[in-house]
């Protein structure tokens, strides 16, 4: 097929597929009234199905379905859970079968603002509002394709913890195991508007043009940019980022005189990486998903919500997550009747990605339970 411009950073028509398979699911009548007529969702997969040992994995708002496996082949990052997932790993491929989509809305491979509609242009300003519970339920005719009637587990951390709930709530049948990683189950206010504020910058570039910047050729990068330099301090600690650079100057020019501080350049080189793979109308549409989330919507309210849930729960909180803070996760494995695992890291929200050997564990253990 002939590759079609539409967005920097969104997979396209064209583009080498690397790992994933496509699935074209139909119509989606979305929870907000809107309506998508042809949804196609992209997604990989490890390991051999069985019959009852399919895991899907929830990726975070900035990632994608390549959970694990290198960078290229039209992979813009090398798999994000590479030291989870893989043959003997806390995951393991050789006894269970992963699945890991890119979420709905999403810029690689699944529909989004930045695919093409009917007309051949780009969704952009045309973009209905989604939600979470939008994104599972275009999951749901992909497990149906697959054949899993029900997920021995769905695990997923922070947007993606907000997905697996989804399931585990929306879906009680279909869910064996749930594990909800640095979560909660409901956006909070402090989490909403730091979700508006990156979303108010993306927006506020001149050439966002209210989504449609594609069809006048042009990227809204500096306001994505401003956005995920915004997200980034959330994702890491006030004491990390002191320790780390304190007042250490970038290069030998002083920034009193137009250097720059060199947690300036780190969080430049955080904005310059993400504009690089990802569209500018998912990064608006996923925060406000994220901000619409809320369990109890419509359920009679969180408890009666999360009463609904019957599979095995595992609730993990880092404790120095200042963006999804553990008193959200305290809560949540309350309401669940379970125990809070906690992760003690100094890397804050990322905790949840980074400290291998203490989520690894927590994995198994879920994974083994029942």
């Known amino acids: 097929m002939t590759a079609v411009v539409t967005a920097r950073g969104a997979w396209r028509e064209g583009d080498p597929a690397g790992h994933r398979r496509f699935l074209d699911v139909g119509a989606l009548d979305l929870e907000l009234g809107g309506h998508l007529p042809d949804v196609r969702i992209a997604y990989e997969t490890w390991g051999t199905f069985t019959g009852d040992n399919a895991v899907l994995i929830q990726h975070a708002l900035s990632g994608d379905s390549h959970v694990v496996g290198p960078e290229g082949d039209g992979h813009p990052t090398a798999g994000w859970w590479s030291d989870i997932v893989g043959p003997g790993g806390a995951i393991d491929t050789d006894r269970w079968f992963v699945v890991c989509t890119n979420v709905l809305g999403g810029c690689q491979g699944s529909t989004g603002p930045s695919s093409l509609a009917s007309n051949g242009r ?16 275009a999951e ?28 585990a709530v929306g879906h009680p049948g279909r869910v064996e195991r749930v594990v909800v990683l640095a979560a909660a189950a409901e956006a909070s206010a402090d989490q909403v508007g730091l979700c508006r504020i990156q979303v108010d910058a993306v927006r506020a570039d001149p050439f966002w043009h209210d989504g449609d910047y594609a069809a006048h050729g042009v990227t809204p990068d500096t306001g994505l940019g401003i956005g995920r330099r915004i997200a980034h301090l959330s994702y890491r600690t006030a004491h990390e980022v002191d320790t780390r650079f304190g007042r250490t100057v970038q290069g030998s020019l002083d920034p ?31 925060n406000l998903a994220m901000n619409s989330h809320e369990i109890g919507r419509g359920r009679g309210g969180t408890a009666a919500a999360l009463a609904a849930v019957t599979a095995r729960a595992t609730v993990v909180g880092v404790d120095t997550d200042r963006l999804y803070p553990l008193h959200q996760q305290r809560d949540l494995a309350a309401a669940l009747g379970v125990d ?28 083994s339970s029942g």
Do not use: K, N
């Not at 780009?122 to 339920?137: E, F, K």
């Open 122 to 137: 780009a969704w952009g300003s045309r973009w209905p509002a989604t939600t979470i519970r939008d994104q599972v339920a």
């Open 340 to 367: 809070l695992d906690v992760v003690t890291s100094e890397r804050g929200h990322d905790g949840f990605l980074v400290e291998v050997p203490q989520v690894g564990a927590i994995l198994r253990r879920a994974l």
């Open 256 to 286: 009193l005189r137009g250097g720059r501080f060199a947690v300036e350049s780190y969080l430049d080189h955080a904005a310059e990486g993400l504009v690089a793979r990802f569209d500018a109308g998912s990064y608006v549409a996923l």
């Open 140 to 167: 749901v005719p992909l497990a149906d394709a697959l054949g899993v009637r029900r997920w021995a587990a769905v695990i997923g951390g922070s947007m993606g913890g907000m997905r697996a709930l989804e399931w």
